[in-house]
């Protein structure tokens, strides 16, 4: 490998590197340039909402200032871009508290759910998908592709509220909403903000149980949506590889059936499969959006919508750009993962 | 004997070797592609159900029993019953009648996202995949731009800016829906740009306009109809969810996910407040799903579903 | 399965051989009794597209899709019954026993494996041998495919070789288990024509050195006889005449003769070319089996 490395393909790198940087860079920019715009663009006037309307034409006038709302449009969103490059998402009306502080805390509650929903999708999704493609028009092919087919159709929030219904409500097997019991709450010292591994940091052992239990629902839930595009997805990509003359070759060569597809044809299946995991955790962002409404679960999502509901616009323009980011970064690595892992492409 | 002989005769026509005009041949295809079509099963009934939504609203006025609006608290969270199929709601108002006065609301959400975000998606597309250079530099990261947002997370904070409503969660929506037509159309044209007929049209004298409209949209069209019919189940879910979040159309309009929303506190006893307008929502996202995948079977036969 | 017996050992015998698949229209017979008997030697199988040769090629070696019905009086290679062999005795035939060289390496070799990863594999499924010797085996034949630098080569990705080489590369791969009978299914059709007669060399010259027996699949009759021993002419999906290479342009068979007369002569008159007509009365016929073993 490291004969490769010429200073000719250094230099290739270099440019496609920069290049990557300036995609990022745009994109970004032009994503901080939406979130601007709708701010701006809300009818509610933003200074009545900070002094109120009882306040004098004085006061309103200095706070009209203040909030930098006399200069011309342009350099308003200029201090937005610097502002927000510095981490300063403005102040939450409804917590009065930095957005980006509130940020942090509700953050890795969300990533802790889109994350194992993710190792879900991956673990049970994929193989599903292969064996599909491999006994298609089998029995198992059927109920893998009405799985698929649900998960397209059926509203989350309603499976959600069907899921807390049953399992919950119905049957007790499972814990109601929240991450943790009502009288665990707020015992734990939020390190990592990951619930269970705070737990573990902080020995609390029963609490940490609780709140296992607790996650389970939320995580299979959106880990069931994970399942079902990544098991329609690597079918499609498996039947796809699976016409492929270099598959004849392999099994020409004598190779052992169960290489050839779990090796040969689903190694070509991986390199488009990660462009799909990126966008399947795009996905799972929104679906938590609705999910963690449901479950009661203190994550962005629900930091999103209790916002909206309270015209909090600062903070709904901040957890905006935050998830945009998140979901911009999570494709530009897959990009490059692609690029890396595709011989083709380099 | 007469009308099998003229059955014969317009197959005839139509399944000829030798059209004799362009409208011949295409009539052809496209009965041979019809015919495809109802062989698969599932997508009809995908059809039968949008279709039994579009008349559902259109007649919802003579077949809704009730007034979807009029509070009776008398008979509030009554079960199923003859007199109300899909019992009351908190407010005593028969669900079943507010689903089919709800249809109205989702076929209206779909429609006008259709016909916003398709042409604007076919446009930025076909420009930016004819013109090429700048101009596809700039669209193209616009369009990135927009996808670079999951489109429930957008469409909320347009909702956020514009109030919540119908309307602001259609603009909202569409808003969020154009940028995959876009990069569907500029990749057919990537594809048609150079052919030979492109090339001898601009030999004889037509302009881009022209071209891209009359020659390489109406090819886009086939990818295009595809995947705004399989988009369409993800805009009723999105539309439902703004629904449920309270952003859409505001009570008392019987739009399904409100309905879904209220019936929250009522789960445990009245389950059929959340479970009817919910497998509403379902039902009529599936028919989407099934057509379109029926769809592309037909059209694009490359693909494997 | 590795000694060489003498030269007029019979390596593989075909009998009534007949392959069937299911389609809308009912069930089509790609190939229908076929009978061949075959040594140390080259044959030829021509045919147009859809005359069933490659079907027959991958019906010896047991690859065509599961929906496909196979049958045959018997399938003997080297005295071993093949219909009677399990998946796994029949993977062991395969590569060591008989091999397949493909049309096209763009699309017949792994595209995200290099190409020494891929021979590597092709020796390691049938000799338990540490990496390294693996490696060095593959190497030694990328030599004896003539490939100039083949450490260089060895780690190359196939996208990244031209279509001789690439050719070359799938026969290292197919030889290197030392198989008795290798099967090539158009393997210089998707060549250049300066390409095609380096490739053909080589093959010619391995398959001479190491006694092995060649079935080549082509629909190019001339080439087919001039690198061949003997030439089976099947249309659809039936033997129409085997002959011998050097008795071709004798043969009184009215398909054979449609196809020798449609070939353009340097020193043939000005005339238009005859147009290959075809008769299903054909498919009927007894078959002249001149020439068999």
Same mark, same amino acid.
């Given at each position: 490998?490291?004969?490769?490395?010429?200073?000719?393909?250094?230099?290739?790198?270099?440019?496609?590197?920069?290049?990557?940087?300036?995609?990022?860079?745009?994109?970004?920019?032009?994503?901080?340039?939406?979130?601007?715009?709708?701010?701006?663009?809300?009818?509610?006037?933003?200074?009545?909402?900070?002094?109120?309307?009882?306040?004098?034409?004085?006061?309103?006038?200095?706070?009209?200032?203040?909030?930098?709302?006399?200069?011309?449009?342009?350099?308003?969103?200029?201090?937005?871009?610097?502002?927000?490059?510095?981490?300063?998402?403005?102040?939450?009306?409804?917590?009065?508290?930095?957005?980006?502080?509130?940020?942090?805390?509700?953050?890795?509650?969300?990533?802790?759910?889109?994350?194992?929903?993710?190792?879900?999708?991956?673990?049970?999704?994929?193989?599903?998908?292969?064996?599909?493609?491999?006994?298609?028009?089998?029995?198992?092919?059927?109920?893998?592709?009405?799985?698929?087919?649900?998960?397209?159709?059926?509203?989350?929030?309603?499976?959600?509220?069907?899921?807390?219904?049953?399992?919950?409500?119905?049957?007790?097997?499972?814990?109601?909403?929240?991450?943790?019991?009502?009288?665990?709450?707020?015992?734990?010292?939020?390190?990592?903000?990951?619930?269970?591994?705070?737990?573990?940091?902080?020995?609390?052992?029963?609490?940490?149980?609780?709140?296992?239990?607790?996650?389970?629902?939320?995580?299979?839930?959106?880990?069931?949506?994970?399942?079902?595009?990544?098991?329609?997805?690597?079918?499609?990509?498996?039947?796809?590889?699976?016409?492929?003359?270099?598959?004849?070759?392999?099994?020409?060569?004598?190779?052992?059936?169960?290489?050839?597809?779990?090796?040969?044809?689903?190694?070509?299946?991986?390199?488009?499969?990660?462009?799909?995991?990126?966008?399947?955790?795009?996905?799972?962002?929104?679906?938590?959006?609705?999910?963690?409404?449901?479950?009661?679960?203190?994550?962005?999502?629900?930091?999103?919508?209790?916002?909206?509901?309270?015209?909090?616009?600062?903070?709904?323009?901040?957890?905006?750009?935050?998830?945009?980011?998140?979901?911009?970064?999570?494709?530009?690595?897959?990009?490059?993962?692609?690029?890396?892992?595709?011989?083709?492409?380099? | 004997?007469?009308?099998?002989?003229?059955?014969?005769?317009?197959?005839?026509?139509?399944?000829?070797?030798?059209?004799?005009?362009?409208?011949?041949?295409?009539?052809?295809?496209?009965?041979?592609?019809?015919?495809?079509?109802?062989?698969?099963?599932?997508?009809?009934?995908?059809?039968?159900?949008?279709?039994?939504?579009?008349?559902?609203?259109?007649?919802?006025?003579?077949?809704?029993?009730?007034?979807?609006?009029?509070?009776?608290?008398?008979?509030?969270?009554?079960?199923?019953?003859?007199?109300?199929?899909?019992?009351?709601?908190?407010?005593?108002?028969?669900?079943?009648?507010?689903?089919?006065?709800?249809?109205?609301?989702?076929?209206?959400?779909?429609?006008?996202?259709?016909?916003?975000?398709?042409?604007?998606?076919?446009?930025?597309?076909?420009?930016?995949?004819?013109?090429?250079?700048?101009?596809?530099?700039?669209?193209?990261?616009?369009?990135?731009?927009?996808?670079?947002?999951?489109?429930?997370?957008?469409?909320?904070?347009?909702?956020?800016?514009?109030?919540?409503?119908?309307?602001?969660?259609?603009?909202?929506?569409?808003?969020?829906?154009?940028?995959?037509?876009?990069?569907?159309?500029?990749?057919?044209?990537?594809?048609?740009?150079?052919?030979?007929?492109?090339?001898?049209?601009?030999?004889?004298?037509?302009?881009?306009?022209?071209?891209?409209?009359?020659?390489?949209?109406?090819?886009?069209?086939?990818?295009?109809?595809?995947?705004?019919?399989?988009?369409?189940?993800?805009?009723?879910?999105?539309?439902?969810?703004?629904?449920?979040?309270?952003?859409?159309?505001?009570?008392?309009?019987?739009?399904?996910?409100?309905?879904?929303?209220?019936?929250?506190?009522?789960?445990?006893?009245?389950?059929?407040?959340?479970?009817?307008?919910?497998?509403?929502?379902?039902?009529?996202?599936?028919?989407?799903?099934?057509?379109?995948?029926?769809?592309?079977?037909?059209?694009?036969?490359?693909?494997?579903? | 399965?590795?000694?060489?017996?003498?030269?007029?050992?019979?390596?593989?015998?075909?009998?009534?051989?007949?392959?069937?698949?299911?389609?809308?229209?009912?069930?089509?017979?790609?190939?229908?009794?076929?009978?061949?008997?075959?040594?140390?030697?080259?044959?030829?199988?021509?045919?147009?597209?859809?005359? /069933? %040769?490659?079907?027959?090629?991958?019906?010896?070696?047991?690859?065509?899709? #599961?929906?496909?019905?196979? =049958? +045959?009086?018997?399938?003997?290679?080297?005295?071993?019954?093949?219909?009677?062999?399990?998946?796994?005795?029949?993977?062991?035939?395969?590569?060591?026993?008989?091999?397949?060289v493909m049309q096209d390496p763009k699309y017949s070799l792994?595209?995200?494996?290099?190409? /020494? %990863?891929?021979?590597?594999?092709?020796?390691?499924?049938?000799?338990?041998? #540490?990496?390294?010797?693996? =490696? +060095?085996?593959?190497?030694?034949?990328?030599?004896?495919v003539r490939i100039?630098?083949?450490?260089?080569?060895?780690?190359?990705?196939p996208h990244e070789v031209s279509g001789g080489m690439g050719q070359r590369i799938m026969i290292?791969?197919?030889?290197?288990?030392?198989? /008795?009978?290798?099967?090539a299914?158009e393997p210089t059709s998707a060549l250049d024509v300066t390409v095609q007669l380096q490739v053909l060399a080589i093959l010619d010259?391995?398959?001479?050195?190491?006694?092995?027996?060649?079935?080549?699949?082509s629909h190019d009759?001339e080439l087919?006889?001039s690198f061949?021993?003997?030439?089976?002419?099947?249309?659809?999906?039936?033997?129409?005449?085997?002959?011998?290479?050097?008795?071709?342009?004798?043969?009184?068979?009215?398909?054979?003769?449609?196809?020798?007369?449609?070939?353009?002569?340097?020193?043939?008159?000005?005339?238009?070319?005859?147009?290959?007509?075809?008769?299903?009365?054909?498919?009927?016929?007894?078959?002249?089996?001149?020439?068999?073993?």
């Amino acid at each position: 490998m490291l004969q490769m490395l010429t200073r000719r393909r250094l230099l290739k790198a270099a440019r496609q590197t920069l290049r990557l940087l300036v995609i990022v860079a745009t994109t970004f920019l032009g994503l901080l340039l939406i979130t601007f715009l709708i701010g701006r663009v809300v009818p509610i006037d933003p200074v009545l909402a900070v002094v109120g309307d009882k306040a004098s034409p004085e006061v309103y006038e200095k706070a009209r200032i203040a909030m930098g709302l006399h200069l011309p449009l342009w350099k308003q969103f200029f201090i937005y871009i610097g502002n927000v490059l510095q981490g300063d998402l403005g102040t939450s009306v409804l917590t009065a508290k930095p957005v980006t502080e509130d940020i942090l805390r509700v953050f890795p509650a969300t990533i802790e759910l889109a994350v194992t929903a993710t190792i879900i999708g991956v673990l049970v999704g994929i193989p599903l998908g292969v064996f599909s493609a491999v006994k298609r028009d089998s029995f198992l092919d059927h109920v893998t592709r009405v799985i698929g087919l649900l998960g397209y159709s059926l509203p989350i929030f309603w499976l959600a509220l069907m899921a807390l219904m049953v399992f919950y409500a119905q049957l007790d097997w499972l814990p109601g909403p929240g991450r943790v019991d009502v009288f665990y709450e707020d015992i734990v010292e939020p390190v990592t903000g990951i619930m269970i591994i705070d737990c573990i940091i902080a020995r609390e052992w029963e609490i940490m149980r609780n709140a296992i239990w607790h996650v389970i629902l939320p995580a299979l839930l959106l880990g069931y949506y994970s399942m079902a595009y990544l098991s329609r997805m690597t079918r499609s990509f498996m039947i796809e590889q699976l016409r492929q003359e270099y598959i004849l070759t392999a099994r020409v060569k004598g190779v052992a059936e169960w290489k050839v597809i779990w090796v040969h044809a689903l190694g070509n299946c991986l390199i488009p499969l990660i462009t799909v995991i990126a966008l399947s955790f795009g996905g799972l962002l929104e679906g938590s959006v609705l999910t963690e409404t449901v479950f009661a679960w203190p994550g962005l999502g629900l930091y999103l919508t209790t916002s909206l509901l309270n015209a909090d616009m600062n903070a709904v323009l901040g957890s905006t750009i935050v998830v945009g980011s998140i979901f911009l970064g999570v494709n530009m690595f897959s990009d490059f993962l692609y690029k890396v892992a595709d011989p083709r492409a380099r | 004997m007469t009308n099998r002989q003229n059955l014969t005769g317009a197959r005839a026509w139509l399944l000829t070797d030798t059209p004799d005009s362009a409208f011949q041949a295409a009539s052809g295809r496209f009965y041979l592609g019809l015919l495809e079509f109802f062989r698969n099963r599932l997508a009809v009934v995908g059809l039968l159900i949008i279709i039994t939504l579009v008349l559902t609203a259109t007649f919802a006025p003579q077949i809704a029993p009730y007034d979807p609006i009029a509070t009776d608290l008398a008979s509030r969270l009554q079960p199923l019953s003859a007199d109300h199929w899909f019992g009351t709601d908190e407010m005593g108002r028969d669900i079943f009648s507010r689903i089919v006065w709800g249809s109205r609301l989702t076929l209206y959400v779909i429609l006008l996202v259709a016909i916003i975000a398709a042409p604007v998606g076919i446009l930025v597309g076909t420009v930016s995949g004819y013109f090429g250079g700048v101009i596809d530099t700039v669209l193209m990261r616009i369009t990135d731009i927009f996808l670079a947002f999951p489109k429930l997370i957008l469409a909320l904070a347009f909702v956020a800016a514009l109030g919540p409503g119908i309307e602001n969660a259609i603009i909202a929506i569409s808003i969020t829906s154009w940028p995959p037509y876009a990069r569907i159309a500029r990749a057919e044209t990537l594809t048609i740009r150079n052919s030979d007929f492109i090339r001898a049209i601009r030999l004889q004298g037509a302009g881009p306009i022209r071209i891209i409209t009359k020659h390489i949209m109406p090819l886009c069209l086939s990818s295009l109809i595809v995947r705004v019919t399989l988009d369409m189940a993800g805009i009723i879910l999105t539309a439902a969810g703004l629904g449920f979040l309270g952003l859409g159309a505001q009570p008392p309009s019987p739009e399904w996910g409100a309905m879904t929303s209220a019936g929250r506190s009522y789960i445990l006893d009245q389950w059929w407040l959340i479970t009817m307008p919910g497998t509403a929502i379902f039902v009529v996202s599936l028919a989407f799903n099934l057509l379109g995948d029926g769809l592309r079977e037909v059209l694009d036969p490359k693909s494997d579903s | 399965m590795k000694n060489r017996s003498g030269i007029n050992e019979i390596l593989l015998t075909v009998n009534n051989l007949q392959v069937s698949f299911p389609s809308p229209k009912g069930v089509v017979d790609a190939v229908k009794n076929v009978s061949f008997s075959m040594g140390r030697e080259k044959i030829g199988i021509v045919g147009e597209s859809g005359s /069933g %040769k490659s079907v027959t090629g991958r019906a010896v070696l047991r690859l065509l899709p #599961p929906y496909a019905r196979v =049958r +045959a009086d018997d399938i003997i290679y080297r005295g071993r019954d093949l219909q009677s062999l399990t998946e796994k005795e029949m993977r062991q035939v395969r590569g060591q026993g008989i091999s397949m060289v493909m049309q096209d390496p763009k699309y017949s070799l792994n595209p995200v494996r290099t190409v /020494g %990863k891929q021979i590597r594999e092709a020796y390691t499924i049938h000799h338990q041998v #540490p990496k390294q010797e693996a =490696r +060095a085996q593959a190497l030694q034949m990328l030599e004896a495919v003539r490939i100039r630098n083949p450490e260089q080569v060895y780690h190359l990705y196939p996208h990244e070789v031209s279509g001789g080489m690439g050719q070359r590369i799938m026969i290292a791969m197919m030889l290197i288990p030392q198989p /008795g009978l290798l099967i090539a299914d158009e393997p210089t059709s998707a060549l250049d024509v300066t390409v095609q007669l380096q490739v053909l060399a080589i093959l010619d010259d391995l398959v001479s050195q190491r006694g092995m027996g060649l079935i080549f699949i082509s629909h190019d009759l001339e080439l087919v006889a001039s690198f061949c021993d003997r030439i089976i002419i099947m249309y659809g999906g039936r033997i129409m005449e085997m002959v011998d290479a050097d008795k071709l342009h004798e043969s009184t068979h009215p398909y054979t003769r449609g196809l020798l007369n449609c070939l353009p002569k340097i020193d043939g008159d000005r005339e238009p070319l005859p147009t290959l007509e075809r008769d299903d009365a054909w498919l009927d016929d007894p078959v002249n089996r001149a020439g068999a073993l």
